[in-house]
């Protein structure tokens, strides 16, 4: 099988944006609010719900005020709307506390501050702002939501079936409401995060086509290398090989050859 320069890419760190962990995490916050959602319709499936007495004479002829009951004790829709409220927190924990981490970590993302004017920084800015304001928006209404359910709820677990003159219940839908804020909460965070992802790409990018046009750049505008000599060895009899760096060489052969010349002409 062939190699490919993405083979031989380091991979990202867990802290980073893009990473397994990271992708493992926005899963883990969608299914936060999926949870939270459904705890939420259970919570409201099983709701208390009032039962009105009617009204009646007493003993001295005056008559007497209507009396309500509760329909339950509320401890089913306490507890799944309890469940819930930490679902969706723990799920806002997780997804900004990892994108503070990975936020802090990225080196792309500081050219924002370096060029705040260009045209992709502002349309960022704006983005991830938008994201950011909604996603705390929709949490906050969303908790309020299932605490004014929890108060309410938690008022009527003892003594619930005895006729009182004050009943206090929650509107039908409240809760419902607060799974639908649930939901749009982790969709909102989640393109919080695909936006910033889409932002260190892009320049990632730009760091990239900078690097190759600098490196061009570099090695055209370098003067020309000389030539290198090359070093040329020869080996003569008796003798050990002798690095020269010309080629116009006699051995010692030739020159003992020439003395043996001249003096038999002498």
Not at 12 to 26: F, V
Not at 60 to 82: I, R, V
Not at 131 to 136: D, I, L, R
Not at 227 to 238: D, G, H, K, M, T
């Amino acid at each position: 099988m062939a190699v490919t320069h993405a083979d031989l890419a380091p991979g990202r760190k867990s802290s980073e944006l893009g990473s397994k962990t990271g992708a493992i995490l926005m899963i883990l916050t969608i299914l936060l609010g999926l949870f939270c959602f459904i705890l939420c319709l259970i919570a409201e499936a099983t709701r208390s719900e009032l039962t009105w007495d009617h009204m009646r004479n007493d003993s001295d002829g005056k008559e007497m005020k209507p009396q309500c009951k509760y329909s339950g004790s509320g401890k089913l829709p306490l507890l799944s709307a309890t469940a819930a409220f930490f679902a969706l927190a723990m799920a806002m924990v997780v997804q900004h506390t990892y994108l503070l981490i990975a936020v802090s970590k990225s080196e792309s993302l500081l050219e924002i501050a370096w060029d705040p004017d260009s045209v992709f920084a502002k349309a960022f800015t704006w983005q991830a702002g938008f994201f950011f304001v909604a996603t705390w928006m929709s949490f906050s209404v969303g908790e309020i939501l299932l605490l004014i359910g929890l108060s309410v709820e938690s008022g009527h677990l003892k003594n619930w079936a005895i006729p009182r003159t004050s009943c206090l219940i929650i509107r039908q839908g409240l809760f419902t409401a607060g799974g639908v804020f649930g939901l749009l909460t982790v969709s909102l965070a989640f393109g919080l995060y695909i936006t910033v992802l889409h932002a260190e790409t892009h320049f990632k990018k730009q760091q990239s086509t900078r690097r190759e046009i600098l490196e061009t750049s570099a090695y055209y505008a370098s003067p020309p290398r000389s030539p290198e000599r090359i070093q040329i060895i020869r080996s003569v009899p008796n003798e050990n090989p002798l690095p020269r760096q010309d080629q116009n060489y006699h051995t010692l052969h030739h020159y003992l050859t020439a003395f043996d010349k001249q003096s038999s002409l002498v």
